[in-house]
């Protein structure tokens, strides 16, 4: 999620107007987006929402010469959550047609620079982005580290630990802010950069008071969506057998024979002398989706210097498998499963108490590394530690 800051709103008066109107005439603003943007002559406005996950054009206006434009959609809004785009940039609001929404900012900085007047609920949004826009640059500070090859190993995994202590503090600072300004529609955004995985109560209730508000917006489906799949993945945790994981370092990996999605058995072992990623997973598990890309990023970092992935799936539906397996696009060969979900062979061998489950082995197919310790930057670190320069 990408923050904007909110600056100290300063009205500015209108000179030219959209509209045909006496200048010497006091202007009496329509509900819409009005104000002025530096910079910006003769650019069109977008006014856009998102349609069945469609990002769509509602309405535009050029920007008069001095930079004042009035942005008075034809037909009347719902309250939503739109974006206001210039060239290819946008800034968030969340307004109806009950509301004269008043805007500032400069064309060269659109994002940084945007200041919002006449809605609360964009107000509210504004300022939480605020306090948290510090925090997301100090976290992208350290993802840079940390995916530094040319620093250490200790100066990299430094760098994790550091982010890891700032995830949680937003993390911390997003729910207390949510708690208390429950049922606000700002609220929805800040559940954006939450896990339902790991908050589930919390998104349940605020669905449940954010419903008859913008329960038929496409941000509400999208956060509903997530949470529902959080539950499934709660429900079908509760059928794990065992108690403690299997696997620990140093240890020589159980084999895994297993078909792959054209029921053609793949061992485990046929990798040996590669580093190897073996990565229970499931097309049903939300975080699983959600590192697939870092592990996506590794293999087409890491693959030419000898290091392959193993997924092994938890699910019990081919077609979803199959599926998830292309959409993620995870284009390694290394894909099997029994479709048994938690009764799965594998996943008892391991020892797999929960998804994500990757397990590092070396060219021995000795245990490096496992779960948490394999996740985001920590991968692409430990393969420098394997693979070497």
């Known amino acids: 999620m990408k923050y904007t800051a909110l600056l100290a709103f300063l009205f500015i008066a209108f000179g030219t107007c959209a509209q045909k109107v006496n200048s010497k005439k006091k202007i009496d603003l329509l509900p819409g987006v009005h104000g002025q943007i530096i910079g910006g002559a003769g650019s069109k406005l977008y006014l856009v929402k998102s349609v069945n996950r469609v990002q769509t054009k509602i309405d535009s206006v050029q920007i008069q010469a001095d930079g004042s434009f009035h942005l008075i959609p034809e037909k009347s809004l719902n309250l939503d959550y739109y974006n206001l785009v210039l060239g290819e940039v946008g800034v968030m609001l969340i307004t109806d047609s009950t509301e004269v929404v008043g805007l500032t900012a ?126 499934k993945a709660l429900k079908q945790s509760t059928q794990q057998p065992p108690q403690s994981s299997a696997v620990s370092k140093g240890m020589q990996t159980p084999e895994i024979s297993l078909p792959n999605p054209e029921g ?72 099997v499963s029994d479709l048994k979900g938690w009764s799965s062979t594998a996943a008892s061998d391991y020892g797999v108490r929960s998804i994500p489950f990757p397990v590092l082995i070396d060219q021995e197919g000795k245990v490096v590394a496992f779960g948490g310790d394999v996740r985001g930057p920590a991968l692409e670190i430990l393969l420098e530690q394997l693979l070497g320069k």
């Open 106 to 231: 400069d064309a060269s900085a659109f994002r940084i620079t945007a200041v919002w007047t006449g809605s609360q609920q964009t107000h509210m949004m504004q300022t939480l982005i605020n306090e948290l826009d510090p925090i997301v640059n100090e976290q992208q500070s350290f993802i840079q580290i940390a995916n530094d090859p040319n620093l250490s190993a200790e100066e990299r995994m430094d760098a994790k630990t550091k982010y890891n202590a700032s995830a949680a503090s937003a993390g911390n600072h997003l729910k207390e802010w949510i708690k208390m300004y429950e049922a606000h529609p700002a609220a929805l955004v800040a559940l954006m950069s939450l896990q339902p995985s790991t908050d589930l109560a919390l998104f349940r209730n605020e669905l449940a008071l954010l419903n008859d508000k913008v329960g038929n917006t496409d941000l509400y489906a999208l956060v509903k969506t997530e949470t529902e799949k959080a539950e």
């Open 264 to 335: 053609n058995i793949m061992k485990l072992s046929d990798l040996k002398g590669k580093v190897v990623l073996i990565d229970f997973w499931a097309s049903w598990c939300g975080p699983c989706r959600k590192e697939n890309p870092n592990v996506v990023k590794a293999y087409e970092k890491y693959s030419a210097r000898g290091f392959e992935v193993f997924s092994v799936s938890l699910d019990t539906d081919r077609g979803r498998w199959i599926q998830s397996i292309e959409q993620d696009k995870l284009t390694w060969s290394g894909h």
